[in-house]
């Protein structure tokens, strides 16, 4: 390797780690995925199960994660409610880790005491299910407006005029919902 503008050769050690939660196997065999990357990538493969295939982790994730955002926030927290590591450890944690961190992270913003609890209705499908179709009607909004407004965001005529929201929190739910802008503008 050599420094930008240099001549002289530079001695470097690299590792490269990398994540998913695709089956990669199946990708390859489907042209998904190029094999060669695959086999390159693929030298040490170490899987991780699901949050919900490791409840005995769950209390220790809890504790670790409660610390840390309680910590953050300036709040003293103590305890955690017996009722709500037995919540946790029922629960099958389809967003994993994430999941839990947001779901702490939450109760301890709105923790006011010194024991630690969460909302039963956070771990509950129609919480979630209402989320998803909450998610799906600010989509179509979304993109109807791109379409109102060929693919504009910004200006009197954009998206974001039209939904009465800030161009950067448009763009961040754009980015969020997955939408292609660019596919609402004229050619």
């Not at 390159?40 to 295939?53: A, K, M, T």
């Not at 955690?80 to 994430?98: C, H, S």
Request: glycine share 6%; aromatic share 6%.
């Amino acid at each position: 390797m050599e420094r930008v503008g240099s001549s002289h050769p530079i001695a470097v050690d690299v590792r490269v780690v990398a994540a998913t939660n695709r089956d990669l196997e199946a990708a390859v065999a489907s042209g998904a995925f190029r094999q060669d990357l695959y086999y390159r990538l693929n030298v040490f493969p170490i899987r991780v199960p699901p949050l919900r295939e490791r409840a005995d982790d769950i209390p220790v994730l809890v504790v670790y994660l409660v610390e840390r955002y309680a910590k953050k926030a300036g709040k003293s927290i103590r305890h955690i409610a017996k009722r709500t590591m037995e919540l946790f450890q029922r629960y099958d944690w389809p967003g994993n880790v994430r999941e839990l961190q947001n779901v702490i992270e939450r109760a301890v913003v709105l923790c006011e005491g010194d024991t630690f609890t969460i909302d039963e209705s956070w771990l509950k499908r129609d919480h979630l299910l209402a989320a998803t179709l909450e998610s799906n009607r600010e989509k179509v909004l979304i993109e109807a407006a791109l379409a109102e407004s060929k693919g504009r965001v910004s200006g009197q005529m954009g998206a974001a005029t039209k939904l009465g929201i800030p161009r950067q929190t448009l763009d961040s739910k754009i980015k969020a919902l997955g939408i292609d802008k660019l596919s609402f503008r004229e050619r």
